[in-house]
């Protein structure tokens, strides 16, 4: 029976012979009659059985030199069948399509199941495409052919097929999506520019190889090979292996080039990236066989970690060291308090793979230290290793803004130097990711520490002020108490008006609170002072020098304040104020006409100049004059 099988086997082999004719050498075995195909694979089958047989039990037969003559020629053909369908099927056999059918990857048919084998077509369903259903039927074929040629000992041969014609396209794909062959060299001495186009390239051709390149090679081998592990590992890695060696290794060359701090929004991208692929990473590489791809992806993570958390300490030392002596004219936003918030903020933008990082590696010893305060102003559901760093780092800039403070001279211009740049940062806290990291606590605990400055700034810079007041403004003083009181608040309110008309509050809403508050304390009290002691100085000649300012004259003048200009620049002159005039005279003509204690003003009178040289400068501040005059009137 076994002889029979041979002598059965012999006419189909040798009809496929690929000597036997012109025909045979041009035509497709699988593709031009599929039935014929599988009846190829079946005599094949039987001859090795044949085989095995006569060897065991009848080692003299002759029949076993033409079994041997006839396997050799079935193999021969089925190389080539191999070939011929692994290069004229590209298109059905890409990755894209064979990871669409991924169904097909966990089958593991037996070699002689040929009724399961039969059920590979029926796993697509209808709604399967005809190019689904082609793949399906080609890569049912390979497994046919790869399973009858490893049954017959014949596995390195069609592993080498295998190798050759499907590495190509891996490599042809990583090419498309611009991976090259990368050097350190190269790498290093790559701009910043340029490293950016090639990480942007990087990070697109990651998730492409990893789901659809390397997973859709996972299960063509899966599929084709399942008769034998060893050749299945052995198939995948030789195909993958150089391509998957050097995608994974480029995040490792970019963590060791130049670690400057912008470079660590690369390396998140990087870092992020191989944590999202991860879980298909392990599961595509798990084997034995592609240990060296898993050390590589491995190994370029804990790079990326590395130079990330390097660079996180290197910047936190950077503030600390920070030694610019530069004086931020008018109490301003220091521009390290821009670069460090923008910085810290783009961080925060990064909170998951930052919280990864910093979970493997210790606190400083400083951050130990202040933990416990600095946990105090974050809510629980905020305390992660990224927050609290975020927070740690915005904590050290803030110690940094104090010493910077000192620079300035004048105390109360300290504390707007610190107001103004701590609603910065409160500010971008509020208008970033770090509002969700820091939370709602620690912006509350920052803003009261803004309204203690601000109330510093107003307490200190105007005290000479409010003091040049007596303390019961509305008891009148002598003649001589008066005047002196007059010429010391003027020197006083110039003096602080000079100064603070080139300081700036940079936030619009504290500026005006600030100005308000400044104005609510200061207005009232000299208008008490103001109506209780001017009647006393009706007489003097030179009145408009000993009272240069009406009540509503301060406010006028308060509104120039905390916008950043120099004094020839402010809208208000303390020269022949125009206002402060036409107030005395308001006030002295409804003294005298006012007879019956009626409200009425006599506006009827101008001002005029005391000396003709003054006389175009006081045509000019008529004009003002006259202006005022209106908007009082509507104002009444």
């Known amino acids: 029976m076994m002889e029979e099988n041979i002598d059965n086997a012999q006419t189909i082999i040798n009809k496929w012979n690929l000597n036997s004719s012109s025909y045979t050498k041009v035509t497709s075995l699988f593709q031009t009659n599929r039935k014929e195909g599988k009846e190829f ?15 065991a ?16 020629i079935a193999m021969k053909r089925l190389e080539r069948e191999l070939y011929n369908i692994l290069s004229e099927n590209r298109d059905q056999l890409d990755h894209e399509s064979i990871s669409s059918n991924s169904s097909l990857g966990s089958s593991n048919f037996g070699d002689d199941d040929e009724a399961r084998a039969e059920e590979e077509l029926e796993i697509v369903d209808e709604s399967t495409t005809e190019m689904g259903r082609v793949s399906v039927q080609v890569m049912s074929d390979l497994k046919s052919i790869a399973d009858c040629m490893i049954g017959c000992g014949y596995g390195k041969e069609c592993v080498k097929i295998y190798k050759v014609i499907r590495k190509s396209m891996i490599d042809e794909a990583l090419y498309r999506l611009g991976i090259e062959r990368f050097r350190s060299s190269y790498i290093h001495k790559m701009s910043f520019e340029d490293c950016n186009e090639t990480i942007k390239k990087w990070l697109k051709a990651m998730k492409i190889a990893v789901k659809t390149l390397f997973n859709g090679e996972r299960i063509l081998c899966d599929h084709m090979f399942s008769a034998s592990d060893t050749i299945r590992e052995s198939s995948f890695y030789g195909v993958v292996k150089e391509g998957a060696i050097n995608l994974f290794r480029l995040p490792e060359l970019v963590a060791k080039s130049k670690k400057s701090p912008e470079r660590i929004f690369q390396l998140i991208e990087l870092y992020e990236a191989f944590s999202d692929m991860w879980p298909e990473i392990d599961l595509i590489f798990n084997s034995q066989s592609t240990s060296s791809i898993m050390s590589q992806a491995l190994s370029s993570t804990l790079k990326l970690r590395d130079s990330i958390h390097s660079i996180l300490s290197n910047f936190e030392s950077s503030i600390q060291k920070d030694s610019s002596k530069t004086v931020i004219p008018g109490g301003g936003i220091h521009p390290m308090t821009i670069s460090v918030m923008d910085y810290i903020s783009s961080l925060a933008d990064h909170s998951g793979a930052l919280c990864d990082v910093l979970t493997n590696y210790p606190r400083s010893p400083s951050l130990t230290k202040l933990q416990e305060s600095l946990l105090e102003s974050l ?11 975020l927070a740690w780092l915005i904590l050290v800039l803030l110690c940094k803004l104090d010493c910077k403070a000192e620079l300035h001279k004048d105390v109360s211009l300290s504390y707007l130097f610190l107001a103004n740049n701590l609603q910065f940062i409160v500010d971008k806290v509020h208008t970033s990711s770090l509002k969700f990291l820091l939370g709602e606590d620690w912006i509350s605990k920052h803003m009261r520490m803004v309204h203690l400055y601000a109330s510093h700034i107003e307490s200190m810079a105007w005290t000479n002020v409010f003091s040049s007041l007596p303390d019961n403004e509305s008891s009148p003083l002598s003649s001589d108490m008066a005047k002196e009181t007059f010429r010391r608040f003027n020197v006083a309110f110039e003096e602080a008006y000079k100064k603070q008309i080139s300081w700036i509050v940079q936030d619009t809403k504290m500026r005006e609170e600030l100005k308000i508050s400044i104005s609510n304390k200061l207005v009232p009290k000299y208008r008490e002072f103001y109506e209780a002691n001017l009647t006393l100085l009706s007489e003097e000649s030179n009145l408009e020098l000993l009272v240069k300012f009406s009540p509503d004259d301060l406010g006028n003048y308060l509104s120039d304040l905390f916008h950043g200009t120099s004094t020839s620049e402010g809208s208000h002159s303390f020269s022949s104020s125009p206002s402060s005039l036409l107030a005395l005279q308001r006030y002295f003509t409804m003294s005298e006409e006012n007879q019956n204690n009626d409200m009425i003003w006599d506006l009827s009178n101008e001002p005029t100049p005391v000396e003709e040289d003054h006389a175009v400068g006081m045509s000019w501040e008529m004009d003002n004059i006259s202006i005022s005059f209106e908007t009082t009137k509507w104002q009444t």
């Open 41 to 55: 694979i079946k005599s094949v089958k039987e001859l090795r059985r044949a085989m095995n047989y006569l060897l």
């Open 57 to 72: 039990e009848y080692a003299t037969s002759t029949k076993l030199v033409l079994a041997q003559q006839l396997m050799q």
């Open 379 to 389: 809510s629980s559901s905020e305390q992660d290793e990224a927050s609290i760093h």
